[in-house]
Structure formats: structure tokens, C-alpha cells
């Protein structure tokens, strides 16, 4: 525009001295063809400055729509992925029984593979049935409805796969579903079944206490060997916001004549294992046995920890004459 408003003065100019003669007249006149011909270069560049500018400002408009669809397709995608994690629905359910006879809960999954790789259901996930609070045990033998190797089985991406897995069931009240991703980070099911017997013991996960372990009990039994075992009742509060089993949670030692005795028991009919394993949810209370070898009738000294720190739940000493 500046360059347009110096040339209109000039013509001005020039057109005042066409008075002067008729040599200034045809002057006039080779000027007025030049700054016509300027006028016209200057409005040719200005026009296409202004396409330049135009199609740079559309370029931009276009990438900043592109990064926002590619936003939004990524947020799409996350949303479907997320939604997709809870790739594990119950299919049905049965009672059964194991070899001794004990009843056992029978859900029918069906599972499918989100993921990149070939995964099976127990690599992918984990799943627990609790019942009054406490872990009931998938451990099942001789349940002719239930096929271990079925959960060991590799599923390709974007396979369903219906498998089914055993509970040991404590009783006939509400079974409690929860199926969570490996590391435990994410619920993938959260469902009840009803068996019939009602909802079963209230657990009081609101007003939780402070995490807890005391000796309730102790007494002598066998094992396979016909060796001495001193067997320990030990009750177990979870006070946490998580469900903990007594296990994965402490570590509770026996010594005697200061040496630690030796808590690897076999066949010993008093002492559940299980127990000891399955977790109990916030704010429930369970009963867990260990055993110990023991070399003679001395005192016995009970020592529990944390398992993954230093704190000290209880520490005493068992007479054992």
C-alpha cells in the first residue's frame, strides 16, 4: 500500500507540469506508461503475496485439524483399549464336588485376548472368589467339571475363549467375584453370585483398625514322619484398603535354643495351609495355623514381622512343658 500511495503522488506531480509544453506532454506521457506498468507489477505481487499468505493460512488450518482428528482418533482409540480391558464375563455357573466330597463353585468364563501376544487366562489376569471376606481356594482336585490346563491354554489377540474354574466353597452364602488384571492394578469383574444362603458375615470395611496379628492358641501334633510339630494359631485382622493374604503379608519365625526351627511341615492334618494363602478383604478376621518342628520341650520364642518391613506385630514366648 505505501508503494501505491508514492506512485499516485507522482502521477499527481506529473500531471502538473503537463502545461509546461508539448515536450513535458509526451515526458508525461512515457512516465504515466511507466508508473502504470510499476502500479500493475506492484498490484501483480501484492495479489500474489496475498494468495501466498492465504494458502499458508489454510496449510496451517488443515494441520491444526489433522493434529486435532489425530487427537481425538488417539483418545478414541484409549477409550476402546480401556473398555476392552474388561475382556472376562461370566458365562454361567454350577455346584459341584471334589474328591472328598467338598462343594465346589464352578463358573464358566468366557475370555477374551486384548492383548498383542498369545495369552492365557491365568498370565492375564487374576482372579479371586471370596466368600464372608475370605479367599475361597481354586486349589481343586478330582472336580470332574473343572480342567486346570484350560486356564494354562494360550489364546491368540482377539480370540474368546470359554474355560471354566473351581472354588472351594466355605458355605452357601453370597460368593463375591473379583477378577483383577495380573499386577492387580485394575478391576476387570466385580460380580455376586447368590448360592442361597444368604449374604453371609457383614465385613466392616469403613471404620477399618489398625492391621494386626496375636497368638490365639498352640498345641503338638505329627507329621508324615511321626516328627514333633508345634502347631500355632495365630489370628489375623487385615486393616489395609486392599485384600492380603497372611503369607504374602508377614513373617512369622519360631526359635528355639536360639536357632529358627524348621516351618517346612508336611502332612500334618492340623495345620491348613490354605489358610494361610488366601486373602482376606478389608476389615475381616481370619484364623491361620503354622506349624514348626521342634527339637525338644523347651521354650519356644514366636516372632512376627512384616514381610516387607521391619514393624514387629507380636513377640512371645510358648512353654511347651
Do not use: R
Not at 483383577?180 to 485394575?186: A, P, V
Not at 489370628?235 to 524348621?262: L, M, R, T
Not at 488366601?278 to 484364623?287: F, K, L, M, R
Not at 503354622?290 to 514381610?307: F, N, P, R
Amino acid at each position: 500500500m505505501k508503494k501505491l500511495v508514492i506512485l499516485a503522488c507522482t502521477l499527481m506531480i506529473l500531471t502538473t507540469f503537463v502545461s509546461c509544453g508539448e515536450s513535458s506532454q509526451d515526458d508525461s506521457a512515457i512516465l504515466e506508461d511507466n508508473v502504470s506498468d510499476v502500479i500493475t507489477e506492484t498490484n501483480a505481487e501484492q495479489e500474489a503475496s496475498m494468495q501466498n499468505e492465504t494458502a499458508e493460512q489454510i496449510t496451517e488450518n488443515e494441520t491444526t485439524q489433522a493434529e486435532t482428528e489425530e487427537l481425538t482418533t488417539v483418545e478414541a482409540i484409549s477409550e476402546t483399549e480401556s473398555e476392552q480391558e474388561s475382556n472376562i464375563t461370566i458365562v454361567s455357573h454350577s455346584l459341584s464336588k471334589d474328591y472328598e466330597d467338598k462343594d465346589v463353585l464352578v463358573i464358566e468364563y468366557a475370555y477374551t485376548n486384548v492383548k498383542d501376544d498369545a495369552t492365557s487366562f491365568s498370565f492375564a489376569c487374576q482372579d479371586s472368589v471370596f466368600q464372608n471376606g475370605i479367599e475361597c481356594s481354586s486349589t481343586i482336585f478330582g472336580c470332574d467339571e473343572v480342567d486346570v490346563q484350560q486356564q494354562l491354554n494360550d489364546v491368540q489377540p482377539g480370540v474368546t475363549y470359554n474355560l471354566k474354574v473351581g472354588y472351594l466353597l466355605q458355605d452357601m452364602t453370597n460368593a463375591h467375584v473379583v477378577i483383577t488384571d495380573l499386577f492387580g492394578n485394575k478391576t476387570l469383574l466385580d460380580e455376586t453370585i447368590d448360592l442361597g444362603g444368604g449374604e453371609g458375615a457383614v465385613v466392616d470395611a469403613e471404620n477399618l483398625q489398625e492391621t494386626y496379628v496375636k497368638v490365639v492358641g498352640h498345641h503338638m501334633s505329627k507329621d508324615y514322619k511321626d516328627e514333633d510339630v508345634l502347631v500355632v494359631d495365630y489370628e489375623y485382622y487385615n486393616g489395609s484398603d486392599e485384600s492380603k493374604s497372611f503369607i504374602w503379608s508377614f513373617s512369622a519365625k519360631a526359635f528355639q535354643n536360639g536357632v529358627e526351627c524348621d516351618d517346612t511341615v508336611l502332612g500334618c492334618d492340623d495345620i491348613n495351609s490354605e489358610n494361610s494363602m488366601n486373602e482376606i478383604q478389608p476389615g475381616v478376621t481370619i484364623t491361620v495355623s503354622k506349624g514348626y518342628h521342634v527339637t525338644d520341650m523347651s521354650d519356644v520364642t514366636i516372632q512376627v514381622e512384616g514381610l516387607l518391613n521391619d514393624k514387629e506385630y507380636t513377640s512371645e514366648v510358648i512353654s511347651l512343658s
